[in-house]
């Protein structure tokens, strides 16, 4: 939890604000776990699988915001609702 609150400190300290961070924050363990029962993985495997998830829409979520030029309040809540 301290790790989701230092990224977001950072974010509305340059004047930027993620609402995406509950979402990720919600749907990685649940990427985690499936990856670990149903696909078969291991525990690392796994663990790997959901960190690539929370990659993924950060990437997103910094590409349309960086390149398209749209809020990151917006972008981000988009990519909540998503």
Known sequence: MAV???GAG???ISGEFDLSVAGVYAVVPYI???AFSRWGFGLLPALLVGL???VLIALVNGWVTVRLHVP???ATLGMMFF
């Open 32 to 34: 985690t776990a499936i």
């Open 10 to 12: 950072f974010l509305m």
């Open 4 to 6: 989701v609150a230092i």
């Open 52 to 54: 690539a998830v929370a």
């Open 72 to 74: 990151s309040f917006i």
